[in-house]
């Protein structure tokens, strides 16, 4: 069936490295993709998007690769510092009749160490 | 701008009650939604609205009901609680259909 799921729930990261969370999904058939950060009791934080007719965009200190062939998103975080803590969900998004489908996997929780 | 705001925080009720999660949006955004999301699940869709006066069933409607009077306001109401609904709920909007969706804080639900 449909899913949109992560390769790792847990990731732990030396403050300063790198950090590259996973995302797989399975409809091809999708409009666009967005990672969300969710900090312990807050609701998701837009992070970056991509629409599927990209394969990469960049922001501040964070990069999102799109994979179509494999159908796999990637997040890079360049410099992990400590307020990167979180849980990182990717969402795939698609328009089915009148409204968005959105597609949450499950999330990977993001631990940087000091 | 606020964004997106839910109140309450934090709720507990017992079985068979009912109440009302307000949520409300100061952004002129045209698309509004509800989820909930419980361990292992991820965020699943409740009810959604693409304007005043028009919603729609989502993923998981049963036992939620929710209108849409305004453009800012879209306000989940459970009828009659059962402890299958204890979970975090939350609201979101976007300008509009398949544009990228803000969230608010969510509000907290345990029934007992």
């Known amino acids: 069936g449909e899913s949109v799921g992560l390769h790792l729930p847990t990731l732990s990261v030396q403050e300063g490295d790198n950090s590259i969370i996973n995302c797989a999904y399975s409809n091809s058939a999708s409009d666009y993709f967005i990672w969300y950060k969710q900090e312990s009791g807050k609701g998701p934080q837009f992070i970056i998007d991509i629409r599927s007719n990209m394969d990469k965009r960049q922001g501040q200190r964070v990069t999102v690769l799109l994979n179509k062939t494999v159908k796999h998103l990637s997040l890079q975080i360049a410099a992990t510092q400590p307020g990167d803590s979180a849980v990182y969900f990717c969402?795939?998004?698609?328009?089915?009749?009148?409204?968005?489908?959105?597609?949450f996997g499950t999330g990977t929780k993001l631990q940087v160490i000091p | 701008n606020a964004g997106v705001t839910q109140t309450p925080k934090f709720q507990v009720l017992k079985t068979g009650q009912s109440m009302t999660l307000q949520c409300a949006q100061d952004?002129?955004?045209?698309?509004m939604s509800w989820y909930r999301q419980d361990p292992g699940m991820g965020l699943r869709l409740i009810h959604y609205s693409v304007g005043a006066g028009i919603t729609d069933q989502g993923e998981v409607p049963n036992g939620y009901n929710v209108s849409r009077s305004t453009t800012e306001d879209f306000p989940l109401r459970l009828l009659s609680a059962a402890p299958s609904q204890t979970s975090v709920y939350f609201c979101?909007?976007?300008?509009?259909?398949?544009?990228?969706?803000?969230f608010g804080p969510g509000t907290r639900l345990l029934v007992l």
């Open positions: 979101a909007s976007s300008y509009w259909v398949g544009e990228t969706q803000y």
């Open positions: 969402a795939e998004i698609r328009h089915s009749g009148g409204y968005q489908k959105v597609t």
């Open positions: 952004m002129n955004h045209e698309y």
